[in-house]
């Protein structure tokens, strides 16, 4: 089962439940205040490069970057 996070608009307070995907958006209570007032937070994908490297190129600190073809 996925793991979605919610945000509390009570109190502010971040957590993440395990939930069906069909579970998703139904109302869940805040763990901190109890409140049911929450939204769920779209998470930022994970993207691995598919190097496996760490660097591209010696010119950049970077992982990647548009000069490193």
């Known amino acids: 089962m996925p793991i979605y996070e919610y945000q509390c608009l009570n109190c502010g307070h971040k ?8 579970q998703a958006d139904d109302p869940i ?18 993207i691995k490069n598919g ?4 660097h591209s190129c010696s010119s950049c600190s970077g992982k990647s970057c548009s000069s490193c073809g």
């Open 29 to 46: 209570e805040c763990d901190h205040c109890h409140d049911t007032h929450t939204e769920r937070i779209l998470s930022k994908p994970f």
């Open 51 to 54: 190097s496996g490297s760490g």
């Open 15 to 22: 957590f993440e439940m395990i939930r069906g995907m069909n």
